[in-house]
């Protein structure tokens, strides 16, 4: 598989993220990365998901591809985790930057003005603005 540069990856099930009992959520889909050293594919920029019924934003010190799980349009939310995720370690790798919030919402996601980048607002069920965060360079930063 080689994904042209700056294509997402959307699944239903995260390949990373944190369930609300602190375990890996998805070991079949990391095992099915061994061939790119435990990372996703280069050409990735960012990986889209559900399932997990939280928001996760999460960047990675080994600079793999970042995750944006987006789980809190639908039914009941999962159990809290905690907030700040950064250094925090998910399938033997470091979390650089990662955060959840365990509110009913959604997210938009829009270019950035340089073309490359993305910027992504959560929101709350009545459209105000939670927090916003730019995807570029391998990463995720919110504020």
């Known amino acids: 598989m080689k994904p042209k540069s700056g294509t997402w990856l959307l699944t239903h099930r995260p390949v990373w993220g944190f369930g609300p009992r602190r375990r ?10 061994a061939n790119w050293n435990g990372k996703r594919p280069d050409g990735i920029a960012l990986a889209l998901a559900g399932h997990i ?5 999460l960047s990675f010190t080994d600079k793999r ?4 799980v987006l789980g809190t349009g639908g039914t009941l939310l999962a159990g809290k985790i905690k907030n700040n995720l950064s250094g925090e370690t998910i399938a ?3 979390v650089a930057y990662g955060r959840s919030d365990h509110r ?3 997210a938009l996601l ?3 003005g340089n073309g490359k980048d993305w910027a992504a607002t959560s ?7 939670l927090f916003d965060c730019k995807i570029g360079g391998g990463q995720i930063a919110c504020d």
Request: proline fraction near 6%; hydrophobic fraction near 35%.
């Open 104 to 106: 009913f919402g959604f």
């Open 65 to 68: 591809s970042p995750q944006f």
């Open 110 to 112: 829009e270019p950035a």
């Open 53 to 57: 019924h939280v928001v996760e934003v």
């Open 123 to 129: 929101r709350d069920t009545s459209s105000a603005k």
């Open 24 to 33: 890996t959520v998805n070991a079949t889909l990391q095992e099915a990365l």
């Open 92 to 94: 033997g790798r470091r």
